[in-house]
């Protein structure tokens, strides 16, 4: 349930916030503290999914609470927080629940900041246990991963963009929001070798050659579809619709993940792969081909080699090797 609020206008605020509404419980605590939430997702956190993830937490904790009778932001309890946080994880997995949790530790800091509520009733409540010592993203073997891009047909604009955005995934470890973020600058020569320029998380600029394959599917994409010369449009663009002509518009998320599931079909590849598959997939490559972790997290632009880790597969060879020996 959501209240409105007097003199605070919604209008304009960033991703994340703007349609969600403004709880009931901050609403009736006074347009200051009404203000003093909203400025939390405003200026705190700068990534849109970051903000939208911690913005409906909160909003569904809240919720929660005016539902068990909590009569004001300034009443909720540790014990509130806790038996939330027992029921979301019988409903969701631990990561979840643990950046849930983190969402609203984070958000009363503020407010006590603020002098809104005078205790952070988060701040003692611990969450679900959860280590992880391999992510669970599903990767290709380098056949497949082959197989794959061998697969579409480049005759077309949309099978030049297709190949090339794989490719980059593959070859340059890029999270496909960096890579879909990518203008046509981002693609450039320096001591007579193609670099591409990704901005990853929190903003960091992060530039790398290119391998020759790579470099060899860019090419092919910029000068097949006509676009090499529009410096500051996308990289990576719609399809106009019933045509093979490109728009301005950069591609969404979702259409990539399409893309892939569909090219995946076609390569008659089982495996349910996705947009992050293709990083797992060339930093597993990349360290059994002798590669170290340390310069794979410095390409991968981890800011630890523990992450790095994650999207290490090479034991999974391993374990297939023993299993036959039963």
Not at 75 to 92: K, N
Not at 145 to 150: E, F, H, N, V
């Amino acid at each position: 349930m959501t209240g409105g609020v007097p003199a605070v206008s919604q209008g304009g605020l960033p991703a994340g916030i703007d349609q969600l509404g403004l709880p009931t419980l901050v609403a009736a605590a006074g347009e200051r503290a009404s203000v003093r939430f909203l400025e939390f997702f405003a200026s705190t956190i700068r990534n849109p999914h970051t903000r939208r993830a911690y913005a409906r937490a909160v909003t569904d904790f809240l919720t929660w609470c005016e539902e068990h009778a909590v009569q004001s932001i300034a009443a909720v309890q540790p014990l509130h927080v806790a038996a939330w946080i027992e029921g979301q994880t019988r409903e969701h997995a631990a990561p979840t629940v643990k950046q849930q949790l983190a969402a609203i530790r984070h958000v009363f800091d503020w407010l006590v900041m603020g002098q809104v509520v005078p205790l952070n009733p988060a701040a003692s409540v611990r969450g679900p246990a959860h280590s992880v010592r391999k992510g669970k993203t599903p990767v290709l073997e380098p056949a497949e991963a082959r197989t794959l891009l061998d697969s579409i047909d480049v005759t077309t604009p949309i099978g030049l963009r297709d190949r090339a955005l794989i490719a980059l995934m593959v070859y340059s470890f890029g999270r496909i929001g960096a890579a879909l973020a990518m203008k046509v600058e981002d693609v450039f020569v320096q001591n007579l070798k193609l670099w591409v320029r990704l901005r990853e998380k929190g903003g960091k600029r992060h530039e790398m050659p290119c391998h020759h394959t790579l470099e060899e599917y860019l090419h092919a994409y910029l000068g097949g579809t006509g676009i090499a010369d529009d410096a500051k449009g996308p990289l990576f663009r719609t399809i106009r619709r019933g045509t093979q002509i490109l728009t301005r518009t950069p591609l969404p998320q979702a259409n990539a993940y399409a893309m892939v599931r569909r090219r995946a079909l076609a390569a008659a590849i089982g495996a349910k792969i996705g947009n992050h598959s293709f990083r797992a997939t060339g930093i597993t490559a990349y360290l059994k081909n002798g590669g170290t972790l340390e310069n794979a997290a410095a390409m991968a632009n981890h800011a630890s080699t523990r992450t790095t880790q994650l999207y290490d597969r090479r034991r999974d060879d391993i374990s297939l090797d023993e299993v036959e020996r039963i």
